[in-house]
């Protein structure tokens, strides 16, 4: 599981000659949105494209949803076609190192049923320039193509995650950091706390002191202890708006544990509504 998700960086490397690949550069920045581009301007790896997470990987933000809804599907099939990325393209998606934003686009084609591989770099552009391979500041061009507008599979309505919650049917885990989730420290979301139920994997537990994803039979071990069994399929996965948690089932599916799904509003949106319980 491990190979089809994840690439290391000699291993992208040794494929910056193939045309077919569409190599997608997610870097942003929470609260400061121009970052992702600046740094992508200043050097990115040869032959990438730009992925903003604000106007390509999210949709305009509305008085019910969280901070980086769900973008509509034929606003995202608009971008892939800017970027000439059809169903049958292999992608290769990278970030700063956490795996998070590259985490959001490879859940997004997943979701639409993208029939070619998708994979995360490991340890991101941090991996690879710690490996001294080379970056560039030139613009890629990638031709245009057409997409065909697919919605998004695998993920649930902050009505739904309610009613799994009351049936027992899912298990809710929060990817935040665990002061935010114990409703300390909360600077970003004005109410402070988690949902009820949920369990707390922040998403940098999923990465080594080298900043790479830990081995699969690590993250299956550290996994099943939280859940209590060797199983995906009942993961609901959340953060503070749907980024961190793409990270969390990228980590599953690394572990073998398969088959959960996105809470795509998140805390920043399951708060919009004073109805909601929270606990602190």
């Not at 599953?252 to 398969?258: C, K, T, Y």
Request: with cysteine; glycine share 12%.
């Amino acid at each position: 599981m491990r190979d089809s998700c994840l690439i290391p960086a000699n291993g992208l490397s040794a494929r910056l000659g193939d045309a077919r690949l569409a190599i997608v550069d997610c870097r942003f920045e929470l609260g400061n949105p121009g970052q992702g581009r600046r740094l992508y301007d200043a050097g990115h790896i040869p032959g990438a494209l730009f992925a903003s997470m604000d106007d390509d990987l999210a949709g305009p933000v509305l008085p019910a949803t969280g901070r980086h809804p769900l973008p509509a599907p034929e606003d995202f099939s608009r971008a892939l076609a800017g970027w000439g990325i059809e169903t049958h393209t292999p992608v290769v998606a990278y970030d700063q190192g956490h795996g998070a934003g590259a985490a959001r686009l490879w859940w997004l084609l997943r979701a639409i049923g993208h029939t070619a591989p998708v994979q995360v770099l490991d340890g991101g552009i941090a991996a690879w320039t710690a490996a001294g391979l080379p970056l560039s500041t030139e613009g890629t061009q990638r031709a245009a193509t057409q997409v065909t507008p697919r919605p998004f599979a695998g993920w649930l309505t902050a009505a739904q995650v309610a009613e799994g919650l009351d049936a027992g049917s899912i298990q809710l885990v929060d990817a935040r950091g665990a002061d935010r989730f114990a409703g300390q420290n909360e600077t970003i979301d004005p109410v402070a706390g988690h949902v009820p139920g949920a369990l707390n994997r922040p998403f940098l537990q999923n990465l080594g002191p080298d900043g790479c994803f830990k081995r699969a039979e690590v993250l299956r071990h550290e996994w099943s202890a939280l859940l209590g069994h060797e199983e995906g399929s009942q993961v609901v996965a959340m953060c503070g708006s749907g980024i961190t948690a793409c990270q969390n089932l990228l980590a599953l599916e690394v572990a073998g544990l398969a088959g959960g799904r996105l809470y795509a509003g998140s805390w920043s949106e399951w708060i919009r509504d004073p109805s909601r319980p929270v606990a602190p």
